[in-house]
Each structure stands twice: as C-alpha cells, then as structure tokens.
C-alpha cells in the first residue's frame, strides 16, 4: 500500500531518479549511460516481473508511485531471484546424487 505521507512521484519521472541504475548502450560506445525507458516503468506497474507489481496510485489523470514502493519493488524482486537460484541449484544436486 502507498504510503501517502511520502512525496508522490509520476511514474513518468521514475526514470529520472538519481538511484535508478543506468546502462551503457551496446552498439554506441563512449555514449551516456541510458535511464530506465518510461514503458519499462508502466509494464513494472501494469504487469509485474515474475508476478511482483510496482506499487501505484492514481492522482487524477497521473499514475504515481513513492521512492519506497520502488525500492520494496527491487527487495522482492531480488528475493524471488535468490528463491528461484536456490531452488535450481536444490533440483541439480538433487539430480546429481540421483544419478550416482
């Protein structure tokens, strides 16, 4: 749930915060780095990665999200990732001692 007495951010200017991590553009080196795109930004609310949302809310005709949404966003996305690299390795070693 968003926590409205933080400040509200459009999901628009997501891409502009300074803790997003940028990425170096692969066929134009030297280039700046590139911010996160805007449609990245609404598929994370709208769709979800590996079933997780970005939180949001709506003001009027804007969607908005908080700094905190985004970084519980990053936590449960990286804790699905840990979940899922343990369970692989988990089923390979069960596998291997099957085998043997």
Known sequence: ???L???????????TLPFLPRRRHKNRPGRDKA?????TIYRWAKDGVDGVQLETIRVGNSLCT???AIL???G?????LRQRTRRSKNR?????????
């Open 1 to 3: 749930m968003i926590d």
């Open 5 to 15: 007495s933080e400040r509200l951010i459009a999901l628009s200017d997501v891409p």
């Open 35 to 39: 911010a996160v795109s805007r449609c």
């Open 66 to 68: 908080t700094e905190k």
């Open 72 to 74: 519980q966003f990053f």
């Open 76 to 80: 449960k996305l990286t804790r699905r």
């Open 92 to 100: 390979h070693q069960h596998l291997e001692t099957a085998t043997t």
